[in-house]
């Protein structure tokens, strides 16, 4: 099978596949029949606002490969990661469960045990039982390792070529994990490969993501070439895995700070290095794409590209430039900006039925559907919070799934929101409440609490009902004052 690696000039490649016409895809089975043979591939950015890309209203960074996965499949325009950070948002993607749930409101850090239950079923246990080969490849940030060592541990501010981090994502259902040791934004930046601190891979040179450091540290990443390291890894795995049937996890550091695009991006969306990182990003995604193709299995390959949650609020990008689109708030805070993410799934074979839905969804979501897609149900206590989005991509005439109210909680569970329906109530840390109309207003201007009390009390039972036993959970006390009107915002494809 073909050896092929990812471009040689990272900036020629990005344009290479930009402007490569799609694929022919032929008409497959219905979802559910033979889909059995379906690989799956989930993409999963780090920070990418909501309006951060071309198809979702973004007028100054080009984004070819994510568009045409709009075009090819489902775009979701009311899609939320259902935490405004990082490590609650990653848990609840492969466990289809509120990491409140659990406790899990923060991020992890570099000392952070694993923070999955031995044994618990997680969404690549579940295909690893169906015979899937499974592989994460980027940022796990779900805790490596067994624990009790303080962050000053010479075993994690400077750990050794050899030296084992277990457990982790091999334990979570994964056969083969590679990425950094915890992030590309604090260190240690060496790179762990299954469960080993590892100073090289095959086929990587100097300025491919490795390089020689200190004799402290002596294999520190250059973190311009990550993504690059990274993908290659993913295309690798889908040359190497192309006769069997793979679930692909890509969860990328781009476009997260430091923001650090390597030479062939930087300056090229003109819009700041954000946006720079934003086009390495949709590079990644093209990188994927075209190897599918290639190996001749895009047509049997259900492809899902989202976020893990909104853009902070100092990007350095041209004041122009919105990538959260307008919304309100920014990553971390429990506005729409923090949460309502990007999300696209392309099915296999015939594809969407249509091109929008704007359908509540959440990230939590993704087990079920994908459960739902290949007619194999979850085992239990996998995927309690989320619901099959299948109705919604393939146009079924079956009975829409009742969406039971979602839940999104901020950062360390100081505010709280749920969503039913069109509404939107949010209840700060003080007990303060707001309620939005999200139809008519996106972005979160006009509380009508006091108009529609009604309302808001039974989503105040249903959010008390929920919170329940949750130590950080907040208790109504008074209604908020009424908030200020803020730019309109462009909504996707406008």
Request: aromatic residues 8%; contains cysteine.
């Amino acid at each position: 099978m073909r050896r092929a690696l990812v471009a040689l000039t990272l900036f020629g490649a990005w344009t290479a596949v930009g402007c490569a016409t799609s694929g022919g895809r032929v008409a497959g089975d219905a979802p559910g029949i033979a889909s059995l043979r379906a690989n799956i591939v989930i993409i999963l950015a780090d920070d990418l606002g909501y309006g951060s890309v071309g198809c979702y209203g973004s007028r100054y960074v080009l984004t070819p490969w994510i568009d045409r996965l709009s075009r090819d499949g489902m775009l979701f325009t009311d899609a939320h990661s259902v935490a405004p950070i990082c490590t609650p948002t990653r848990f609840g993607l492969l466990t289809g469960t509120y990491a409140w749930r659990r406790g899990i409101v923060r991020t992890a850090d570099v000392a952070t045990p694993l923070l999955l239950r031995p044994g618990e079923p997680t969404l690549p246990s579940f295909l690893g039982s169906l015979g899937y080969v499974t592989a994460c490849i980027g940022k796990w940030h779900l805790g490596l390792g067994p624990g009790g060592m303080e962050i000053t541990d010479p075993r994690l501010t400077h750990p050794q070529p050899g030296d084992r981090r277990e457990p982790g994502p091999l334990e979570a259902g994964f056969d083969h994990y590679v990425g950094l040791f915890h992030g590309r934004s604090k260190p240690p930046f060496v790179w762990v490969v299954d469960h080993e601190v590892t100073p090289a891979r095959r086929g990587r040179g100097p300025d491919r993501g490795w390089r020689t450091g200190p004799p402290a540290l002596p294999n520190t990443v250059d973190r311009r070439y990550v993504a690059a390291s990274l993908t290659e890894e993913a295309v690798r795995f889908i040359e190497d895995h192309a006769d069997t049937t793979f679930f692909l996890y890509l969860p990328t550091y781009n476009p997260h700070f430091p923001y650090t695009p390597p030479p062939g991006f930087r300056g090229s969306s003109r819009a700041g290095l954000y946006p720079d990182c934003v086009r390495e990003f949709d590079w990644t995604v093209g990188s994927v794409l075209r190897a599918l193709e290639r190996e001749g299995i895009a047509d049997r390959t259900l492809v899902v590209v989202t976020s893990d949650n909104g853009a902070g609020r100092f990007m350095m990008a041209e004041p122009r430039f919105r990538p959260n689109g307008g919304l309100r708030g920014s990553k971390g805070q429990i506005w729409e900006a923090g949460h309502r993410i990007p999300l696209l799934v392309r099915p296999p074979g015939k594809g969407a039925a249509r091109r929008h839905s704007d359908a509540v969804a959440g990230i939590v979501d993704l087990p079920s559907t994908i459960a739902d897609f290949l007619g194999h149900p979850l085992p239990p206590d996998l995927g309690p919070d989320g619901r099959s989005l299948l109705p919604e991509i393939f146009g079924e005439d079956r009975e829409r799934e009742e969406r039971s109210p979602l839940v999104i909680v901020s950062n360390s569970a100081q505010d709280w929101a749920i969503r039913m329906g069109r509404w939107k109530l949010i209840r700060f840390r003080d007990g303060r409440e707001m309620l939005f109309d999200l139809a008519d207003d996106l972005e979160e201007t006009n509380d009508l609490l006091a108009i529609r009390s009604d309302l808001a009390g039974r989503l105040r039972l249903e959010l008390d009902r929920l919170g329940s036993g949750i130590s950080e959970f907040p208790r109504a006390t008074r209604r908020s004052k009424a908030a200020h009107r803020s730019p309109g915002l462009r909504r996707p494809n406008e």
